[in-house]
């Protein structure tokens, strides 16, 4: 996550096309839960026992599906009003990413108005194993891509990235329970093998530009950083307390990665030669899931802090000389993803546990922050936004997740905001 997506201004009046398969029959779940993974909810990836505080940016599916207070599916009765009604006039059903049954998208890039790319699972319950989805937009339709020459295949894909059309990269797990990485070319993907990514190593995000790739995460306790130079292969030997879950580029010598500590947020910046911690608001049980970047005097970074039990949402902002906090109008809501436009327009995605059957969105327009909530989802579901990615020079976006119907069933979804004609 954290990659360099941006959504330019007048999408708050966007129209919104949410596109929602058809649910699948329930199914047995090995681990006796009744979820299913994503950014904020990805079944195999258990959050590193050294970190007890900050979540990562795929949390275990049996704690992050349900607003606080009570295990079973949230309360459905409640009838919301959209903000806006242009959203909810355009919220309507159509297809997904063509998953199966129990799927969930964690994040999504689009590298043109046809040419997105969505990463993800979906589970393979009949041999006890979730199998990695990556799907792809040609813009008629979204299609599955293979993953080639890897027998033992992929678990779980967190994130994906775009340095250009001919250049993708994905991470996640592998069901050798390795870190995994592949890397696309806008038709085929490979997996890589990266000499160094050892056990214990746990991926979260991944962000690239032409020459340069980074992906973060964490390996016994510590932050994992290990970058590509387009030749090698090479780690940080920056070791701090913590763990790493998104990173963003805006060029070769200048990028920012976020995460925790443990205890507070962390914040690390890479020079062109070396990553360093850099000063952050204190804030304690305060995590940071994702970072967004329009060059060396701007930047954004999203989280949340732990306050009984509840999860009040956290924005930093960076003026070019130090990260301070940002007051949005929401006191509870998960926030997992940043975009904007490169001049100061921002959208966040996440999951509002108040109002649990709207998409759930904010929205910077350079001056003020404003709150989204789409129409209600169909059947009463719940709906977590994952990911959002703007299309480069156009005002349309692309937004990924799942919904959870009553019966705890799980599809994935798909959200395109188009800007009225």
């Not at 589970?123 to 293979?146: E, M």
């Not at 950083?225 to 090698?232: F, K, L, Q």
């Not at 546990?353 to 709207?358: G, I, K, L």
């Amino acid at each position: 996550m954290g990659r360099g997506r941006s959504v330019a201004a007048g999408l708050a009046a966007a129209a919104l096309l949410c596109v929602a398969s058809a649910p699948a029959e329930a199914v047995h779940r090995p681990d006796g839960s009744g979820r299913s993974p994503g950014r904020a909810a990805a079944q195999p990836v258990a959050q590193p026992a050294s970190h007890p505080v900050a979540r990562p940016v795929a949390q275990p599916r049996d704690q992050a599906a349900r607003p606080e207070g009570g295990a079973g599916a949230p309360g459905r009765a409640r009838a919301v009003r959209p903000s806006e009604p242009a959203l909810a006039e355009a919220w309507r059903s159509s297809s997904t990413g063509q998953l199966r049954a129990d799927a969930s998208l964690s994040d999504v890039v689009a590298v043109g108005g046809q040419d997105v790319w969505a990463v993800g699972h979906q589970a393979v319950w009949d041999v006890w194993q979730t199998r990695a989805v990556i799907a792809h937009w040609n813009g008629q339709s979204w299609t599955s891509v293979p993953i080639r020459n890897d027998a033992i295949g992929a678990d779980h894909l967190r994130a994906v990235a775009a340095a250009s059309r001919e250049e993708l990269w994905a991470i996640g797990e592998g069901h050798d329970r390795q870190p995994y990485i592949v890397h696309g070319d806008g038709a085929t993907w490979d997996r890589v093998n990266v000499p160094g990514l050892l056990d214990g190593s746990w991926l979260a995000g991944v962000d690239a530009v032409p020459g340069r790739v980074f992906t973060v995460g964490t390996r016994d306790g510590e932050t994992l950083i290990a970058g590509y130079d387009g030749r090698e292969w090479t780690f940080s030997p920056k070791k701090t307390p913590g763990a790493l879950y998104g990173v963003t580029l805006t060029g070769r010598d200048h990028a920012w990665a976020v995460g925790d500590t443990g205890a507070e947020p962390l914040i690390m910046r890479w020079n062109g030669t070396k990553w360093k911690t850099v000063d952050a608001p204190d804030v304690p049980g305060g995590f940071l899931r994702d970072v967004y970047a329009e060059g060396e005097k701007r930047a954004w970074a999203i989280g949340g802090v732990y306050e009984g039990g509840r999860i009040r949402p956290l924005v930093l902002r960076w003026d070019g000389k130090r990260w301070s906090k940002v007051t949005i109008p929401t006191a509870r809501a998960e926030l997992y993803s940043l975009t904007g436009d490169g001049d100061g327009h921002l959208w966040i995605s996440g999951f509002d546990p108040d109002r649990p059957e709207t998409a759930y969105f904010l929205r910077f327009d350079g001056k003020k922050w404003k709150a989204v909530h789409t129409s209600p989802a169909p059947s009463g579901s719940l709906v977590r936004v994952q990911s959002v990615s703007q299309v480069p020079g156009h005002d349309a976006a692309w937004a990924v997740g799942h919904s959870v119907d009553p019966a705890d069933r799980y599809t994935d979804l798909v959200t395109r905001f188009t800007p009225p004609a």
